[in-house]
């Protein structure tokens, strides 16, 4: 039982420190996934672990949507 325990902590953590990568790249005007990497690579390991292990399709589709987003609006098709 121990194991699992252990497995929903580590699920948590991944989860929470996804989040702080979405609020990190809005609040920053973070768009490249490289520059993402790069920064937690440099300033929390944390990050990077989860970007390493299985966050980067979550991350990358994010910027990828919110960048299209971002277009769309400063092109002024604001449906």
Known sequence: ???VLEKVAVASDKYTAIGEML???MVN???SY???LLYAKNNC???FHVLCDNGTVTIVQFLK???WELCRYNAGDKQ
Do not use: N, Q, T, V
Request: proline share 0%.
């Open 34 to 36: 490289a520059e993402l």
């Open 45 to 47: 390991i944390d990050w």
């Open 29 to 31: 005007g973070i768009e």
């Open 23 to 25: 609020e990190f790249c």
């Open 65 to 67: 949507s919110r960048y």
């Open 1 to 3: 039982m121990r194991f």
